[in-house]
């Protein structure tokens, strides 16, 4: 029988974070069989380690809906969960996305590399405002419009105001259309409270989920956009909050280093006990 974890990431109590589940040995499964226990387990996504050569292990994810080529939490907390079983220490993910170093400390917080990010400038977003129910005056202009990508693609789109932020109400069938025809994992909806601490919420309707209470990948993808479009400097550290609005909150913290272009993102994942 298959051993399914439930781990949640980017948090140190399992009622919080992000769930994800975890198959440390999913050597034996299928496509149908990964897509079937994603399904069972329900979470946002689960991951399966489907193999392991010379120290690099093969993980892929999976979403109820569909597979997606790399997630931030689920990597986050199966790093955990073999960092718990072999031994803290330095990690590589090969993904459908690329190789994903990680590494867990004795905290067993875990920090992965992303792959090569870019970003992409978005003109008109009218569309996707009307499919949340928001307008254009309440977007910050300081942070515009755009999709930035580091092992997957995410729409950042900025409001000026926390309120604004806490009063996520949008058409899931049609916001699902407008990502699946733009190839986007979720929207990165973003509040900067200060210089390196930001509040972010992440539709993930491509996923079969109304929303992402802590989305790894998104905030890799949106380290990558406050650098390109000179936001920040590196080296920093930036901070995000996410998951409060769903009463699981979520810490991820964002590194930039001088001289690199991948991101880091870290986080603790912890053992949920029970399903749920």
């Known amino acids: 029988m298959t051993e399914i974890l439930r781990y949640a990431a980017f948090t140190t109590d399992p009622s919080g974070g992000n769930p994800a589940g975890v198959v440390l040995d999913a050597s034996g499964l299928d496509d149908a069989a990964m897509q079937t226990i994603a399904i069972e387990v329900g979470y946002s996504e689960t991951a399966f380690v489907t193999g392991e050569s010379d120290g690099v292990h093969q993980v892929r994810y999976f979403s109820p809906k569909a597979e997606v080529p790399f997630c931030g939490h689920a990597t986050v907390a199966t790093a955990v ?6 031994g803290r220490g330095e990690l590589v993910f090969s993904t459908p996305a690329g190789i994903v170093p990680v590494a ?5 917080r875990a920090t992965l590399t992303s792959v090569e990010p870019y970003v992409e400038r978005v003109g008109d977003v009218s569309e996707v405002l009307d499919i949340l129910g928001w307008h254009a005056e309440q977007l910050d202009p300081a942070l515009p419009a755009a999709i930035a990508y580091a092992g997957a693609r995410h729409l950042v789109v900025s409001t000026a105001t926390r309120q604004r932020l806490a009063e ?3 058409d899931f069938h049609r916001l699902l ?54 936001i920040v400097q590196a080296p920093v550290t930036l901070t995000l909050h996410q998951g409060y609005d769903l009463g699981r909150p979520s810490l991820i913290q964002v ?19 029970e399903p749920g």
């Open 177 to 230: 259309a407008y990502m699946l025809h733009r190839d986007l994992t979720t929207l990165q909806l973003v509040w900067r409270e200060s210089a390196t601490t930001f509040h972010v919420r992440d539709p993930f309707p491509v996923g079969g989920v109304v929303e992402d209470p802590a989305t790894g990948a998104a905030a890799a993808a949106f380290g990558a956009y406050l650098r390109e479009l000179g």
């Open 81 to 86: 969960a073999l960092a718990e079983r072999i």
């Open 104 to 108: 867990v400390d004795d905290e067993l």
């Open 168 to 170: 996520l109400d949008y």
């Open 255 to 273: 590194e930039l280093r001088a001289g690199d272009n991948r991101i880091r993102v870290s986080g603790n994942a912890v053992p949920i006990t």
